[in-house]
Structures are given as C-alpha cells and as structure tokens.
T-cell receptor
C-alpha cells in the first residue's frame, strides 16, 4: 500500500518568506509526528498529533512554527518568516494507535533551504 | 519529560566484528523501545523493538537488550557487514506525554570491509 508521502520534496525560499510543508500519512494511522533533521544531526521532535487529542506542540522551536491536521489525516507544517537556521530536512511519520501498534513509518522528507 | 542519551556517537568496526550501541532514558514509566536505521540520504526505518515486559529480543544478526532497573537498553549487531553502515537511532515512548516517541541523538556506524 501507499506509504507516508510528503510534498514538496525540495523547497528553496528566501529569508522572511512563509512556507508550507505537507504530509499525507498512511490511511488509518491516528498518530502523526513532525521532526526536523539538520545535516548530519538527529531527529528533533517538533509536534505530535494523536487522534482527537490536543497536539503536543512542545518541540516547536518558536512561534514562527505551527502545524495543523485536518480531518485526522493530512497535516501541514507552516513556518513563517523563515530564517537561514530553519534550513533542514523536515520529516513526517505516522503510526497506528498505540493500542494497535507502535512502528513509525517515515515519509521521504522535505528538504528546506532558506537563502 | 523523557531524556534519551545514546553512546557512542560514532563507531567504526571491522567487517565480521560485533557492534554495540547503548541508550539510557530517564522516565521509569517508559515501556516501548524501538531502534531505527537511517542509511545515507534515506528515511529512518524500524529494525527492531522491545517492550518493557521482556529483557531481550533477537532477529537474525540483531538483538536488543533491556535493563529496566538501570533504565538502559542496547542494540547488538553481530557479524557486521558493510551494508550495516548507517546511523542508528534509539527511541523511547514517553508514557507521561501522551505516548510521544523521543529519539536519541544517533550513532554513526561504519563497517570497514
């Protein structure tokens, strides 16, 4: 079946512009995560959606970052007034409800470059 | 919240030797511990996981051991091959934070032919 998809695969933007990154999770997966991975670095947790619960936004680095998940499916990560330090690969992952399984399936990522 | 540490940050072994990567965590309530492998330029993929009700799990050349008392778990790779070269991330499910999964900083493993 289809895996997690993300778009765009690459995004180049100018400093100060807003960007939107999209994630389509695997159908039926209730949990959705966003991570940021800078070159050669680890997976920095950004935000977590679990079913209808309020999202865990504790990893968002500043108020320029926001995310939403419409209808419990597609998620959009928005970065306003981008800065050069926002350049990284943004990874989305989804999983079944905890009671059904635990494996996170990652998308291919969006490589963001802020000039 | 949960804090996950991982050691070593880099590891180089000769082909055929074993590799061990260790992770420690802070929250004794955590109950699920997966390991992910990320090859260069690719997305992370689950390779093995363990729940808190068992102490060891094996899958061919890889195994994971868990010491709940000491709050650490380790990945063991035997008979390493060049294709094992990758970054390995441990992770912990934080029961105190809506079952959020937190990743360690990663270990870059190089297997020298």
């Amino acid at each position: 079946g289809a895996g997690v998809s993300q778009s765009p695969s690459n995004k180049v933007t100018e400093k100060g512009k807003d960007v939107e990154l999209r994630c389509d999770p695997i159908s039926g997966h209730t949990a959705l995560y966003w991570y940021r991975q800078s070159l050669g670095q680890g997976l920095e947790f950004l935000i977590y959606f679990q079913g209808n619960s309020a999202p865990d936004k504790s990893g968002l680095p500043s108020d320029r970052f926001s995310a939403e998940r419409t209808g419990g499916s597609v998620s959009t990560l928005t970065i306003q007034r981008t800065q050069q330090e926002d350049s990284a690969v943004y990874l989305c992952a989804s999983s079944l409800a905890i009671s059904q399984g635990n494996e996170q399936f990652f998308g291919p990522g969006t490589r963001l470059t802020v000039l | 919240g949960e804090n996950v540490e991982q050691h070593p940050s880099t590891l180089s072994v000769q082909e055929g030797d074993s590799a061990v990567i260790k992770c420690t965590y802070s929250d004794s309530a955590s109950n699920y511990f997966p390991w992910y492998k990320q090859e260069l330029g690719k997305r992370p993929q689950l390779i093995i996981d363990i729940r808190s009700n068992v102490g060891e799990k094996k899958d061919q050349r890889i195994a994971v051991t868990l010491n709940k008392t000491a709050k650490h778990f380790s990945l063991h790779i035997t008979e390493t091959q060049p294709e094992d070269s990758a970054v390995y991330f441990c992770a912990v499910r934080d029961r105190t934070s809506y079952d959020k999964v937190i990743f360690g900083p990663g270990t870059s493993l190089s297997v020298i032919p």
